[in-house]
T-cell receptor, first 114, second 111 residues
Framework: KAGVTQTPRYLIKTRGQQVTLSCSPI?????VSWYQQTPGQGLQFLFE???????NKGNFPGRFSGRQFSNSRSEMNVSTLELGDSALYLC?????????????FGPGTRLTVT | AQSVTQLDSQVPVFEEAPVELRCNYS??????LFWYVQYPNQGLQLLLK??????LVKGINGFEAEFNKSQTSFHLRKPSVHISDTAEYFC?????????FGSGTQLTVLP
């Protein structure tokens, strides 16, 4: 069974631009969560989607948004990029939204903002 | 609010020696506890989790962890490490739909 895939794997953007990252969950999984990983702040929860609805949101500014499609694929968007947005963005999928269901992580998208 | 503290940022250990990676958590409600491993340029992989029941949890690759409610700890142990265990290890807790992670411990296994 294919794992969680994230595209693109690497991305370089300029400050002020916007970016869209994509996450395809494991087949049958309906929950997708997004995390930001930086050397300074570590792993931080961005948001979680289940059945196309955002169910939970972390403490990030409104520039960070996301959505989930009917096939459970998810995208996250960051507008007006700042240097501090440079990070590894990880998505994770699970069968259900409860943490008792194992979360499977993708390899991440490494975003560099210059 | 929840928080996770991993007490050691780096742990060097010789091959075939035992290792313990320490994790303490803080939460006002009951939480689930997890250990993940991250190899370079890869995502996170679940090692083990505590949801309820027995406080000693066994995971993959010979790792185990013990939940101690009174000390709010969830330390990860392995009796004999291999070179291939070199990676970053993250402790996490959660009570609802999101995980709160510790800052990570880099385990380096030396030959």
């Amino acid at each position: 069974k294919a794992g969680v895939t994230q595209t693109p794997r690497y991305l370089i953007k300029t400050r002020g631009q916007q970016v869209t990252l994509s996450c395809s969950p494991i087949s049958g999984h309906r929950s997708v969560s997004w995390y930001q990983q930086t050397p300074g702040q570590g792993l931080q929860f961005l948001f979680e989607y289940f059945s196309e609805t955002q169910r939970n949101k972390g403490n990030f500014p409104g520039r960070f948004s996301g959505r989930q499609f009917s096939n459970s694929r998810s995208e996250m968007n960051v507008s007006t990029l700042e240097l501090g947005d440079s990070a590894l963005y990880l998505c994770a999928s699970s069968l259900g939204a409860d943490l008792r269901y194992e979360q499977y992580f993708g390899p991440g998208t490494r975003l560099t903002v210059t | 609010a929840q928080s996770v503290t991993q007490l050691d940022s780096q742990v060097p250990v010789f091959e075939e020696a035992p290792v313990e990676l320490r994790c303490n958590y803080s939460s006002s409600v009951s939480v689930y506890l997890f250990w993940y491993v991250q190899y370079p340029n890869q995502g996170l992989q679940l090692l083990l989790k505590y949801l309820s029941g027995s406080t000693l949890v066994k995971g993959i690759n010979g790792f185990e962890a013990e939940f101690n409610k009174s000390q709010t700890s969830f330390h990860l142990r392995k009796p004999s490490v291999h070179i291939s265990d070199t990676a970053e290890y993250f402790c996490a807790c959660g009570s609802a739909r999101q995980l709160t992670f510790g800052s990570g411990t880099q385990l380096t296994v030396l030959p």
